[in-house]
């Protein structure tokens, strides 16, 4: 009769040496499927997450899941293809959420986010290690907002803008 392994009773070392080597994004969200052991380890050692439609945003939904997830660094925030049918996008506290959730976050990429604007900006001045923003088309951004962020952003080094209509208006 075959003997059933167990990942259970391996070393964390190995373990994390074998969630290293997984290098594809649904391979790796694969991992909890194997062992609850396996899952954790990914969770504690992900470093970089891409969101978008579909993402809830209620605040305790929020800090449920970045909470998963203590070392991000880099997080994407996509909804090129949202609907008003997938949901809420973030908007509001989510960017606070996002910068006191994350202590790691030092690359932060925000695409057709609609509803980010001058107010949530400056919770990123929370994300003390953010050293590159991408903003893809945030239409209620203007020059404002991305000044606090690059004033208050001590480590900021890029700052790219892409079909950011707003930034030339002040509020």
């Not at 997984?22 to 194997?34: A, Y």
Request: aromatic content about 6%; glycine content about 4%.
């Amino acid at each position: 009769m075959p003997r059933r392994f167990s990942m259970e009773g391996l070393p964390e070392a190995l373990l994390l040496e074998v969630v290293k080597r997984v290098t594809k994004t649904s391979d790796r969200n694969s991992l909890c499927l194997v062992s609850k052991q396996l899952c954790t380890i990914e969770a504690e050692h992900r470093d970089d997450i891409r969101l978008g439609c579909g993402l809830n945003t209620r605040t305790e939904a929020l800090v449920s899941l970045f909470s998963q997830f203590p070392n991000l660094a880099k997080v994407e925030i996509n909804y090129s293809e949202w609907k008003h049918s997938d949901g809420d996008q973030l908007k509001n506290q989510g960017l606070l959420v996002l910068s006191s959730h994350c202590h790691s976050l030092s690359d932060l990429a925000l695409s057709f986010c609609s509803y980010i604007d001058d107010i949530d900006l400056p919770y990123l001045v929370e994300s003390k290690n953010l050293r590159s923003l991408r903003l893809n088309h945030t239409p209620a951004v203007t020059s404002t907002g991305i000044l606090q962020v690059a004033v208050g952003c001590r480590y900021l080094s890029v700052l790219h803008l892409v079909d950011c209509t707003a930034i030339d208006k002040m509020k």
